[in-house]
DNA sequence: CGTAAAATTGATCTGCTTCAACAAAGGTGG
DNA sequence: CCACCTTTGTTGAAGCAGATCAATTTTACG
């Protein structure tokens, strides 16, 4: 990446927020000048149902870039929500327009909208097709994948700040049938989650256990993007 | 938009390829130059599972753009599929440059974007909260907005070449039990679907049996796009 | 008019939900 | 640093939405 990219970069990510956990940070039918990017923490994207129900529909991890759609968008159609306690950064929409002026910039930005797309086609496989089982172990080969790429897995361990009910409302299950599914996912020794502390001891074995195939994060590309 | 776009967009769509029902346009792994657009009829976008389970992750209809994000891409994460006879129409790279290259051109693929985004973000919802009959019917909403911003619903009747089968595929249920929600809503006087003809008797009746909200199909944004 | 595709029906089964109570962690203020 | 309280996780029991299997009817179409 150019000089003069980082240098914009780096003034762009300026004025950082700290929120604090379980804060929304927009909500559905608001409207945002701004593009919001997640420095340190989780946060997600979610919808509801008039009857409270929930969808967490995406998460948003350190790295992660958000919506690049406001200059054409009115309100927004989801909220957005923190998991963790979260470093915030709000970028105005002007800057945006800088940054796909800049091809390497751009660049990164369609990659991130891409593996946003491929995530959300993978999700709804994954919610309409799979057993809750290999649902929820899906979800975590995911959360395996990406963190390794951010770097922050060591020896299959990482930390994740979701509750059961989080993994409930991502995968359209009850909290109660992920508890019992994490158990036997514990019991087959395929996957620890003890609170908030996630724990694969083999990572190939969860894998195929639910089938899980990392194309749709296209990290291949991510090479010549980074 | 600008006379020269119109006349770009016209050279663009020339070489018009048909292509007959139920047929693979392009398989999830291959890599590919083009992006494909749908003309005239229908299509979809789905992903499979191991054991041949089938997940429909978004239909394609005329006026639809597809994926714009080639350039970036090394494989297809998806498969596409024609869903009825379609008119088709590859689009190699250098044109999509071409046409980001106009402001007005652009704009309308980033709403392009920003929509199927969002839609997948809705039906994410649908199928991981909505119960069975709800789900059909959203989608159901979802067709007549859509077509009939396309101009294509008469009367709140229209065509559409699915079968109760890719309904299944698209909502996560079964075959049998979309057969037995279909006359459910065709008992409530909701829907009527007789061998590819929809009728809609009151379709806010219908919407508001589902929860229909049509704002993550942004088409307020339309009209400083067309 | 015959055949293949699509829709429909019935019967049975089960994966998951719901409800409701209880246990364990973890954070907090005294 | 302990007692309390809230959040999170765990368990059991009962019920149901939706799946599966398998046959039959209807429609489209060559």
């Known amino acids: ?14 004025p950082i927020r700290d929120v604090t956990a379980r804060r929304d940070l927009i909500r559905e039918g608001q409207s945002s000048d701004n593009v919001r990017l997640i420095i340190q923490g989780l946060a997600c994207r979610y919808k509801n149902l008039p009857n409270g129900r929930r969808q967490i529909v995406a998460y948003l991890i350190p790295g992660d870039f958000c919506d690049l759609h406001v200059h054409v968008l009115k309100a927004m159609d989801h909220s957005i929500a923190t998991v963790s306690a979260c470093k915030v950064v709000d970028i105005p929409r002007y800057r945006i327009a800088e940054m796909t002026e800049r091809p390497a910039l751009a660049r990164a930005l369609w990659w991130a909208t891409l593996v946003d ?40 361990t990482f930390s994740l700040a979701l509750n059961q009910e989080d993994i409930a409302d991502t995968t359209g299950l009850s909290m109660v049938h992920v508890n019992r599914c994490l158990q036997q996912l514990r019991e087959l020794g395929l996957l620890k989650m003890r609170y908030k502390i996630v724990e694969i001891g083999d990572t190939v074995a969860l894998m195929r256990f639910c089938g899980f195939n990392s194309n749709y994060l296209h990290l291949d590309a991510l090479e010549s993007v980074a």
């Open 117 to 156: 797309e491929g995530t959300m086609r993978e999700w709804l496989l994954n919610v309409g097709q799979r057993p809750a089982v290999e649902r929820i172990a899906h979800l975590f080969c995911e959360f395996h994948v990406k963190l390794q790429a951010a770097g922050v897995v060591t020896n299959g």
């Open 1 to 14: 990446m150019p000089d003069a990219d980082r240098r914009l970069l780096d003034e762009i990510i300026l």
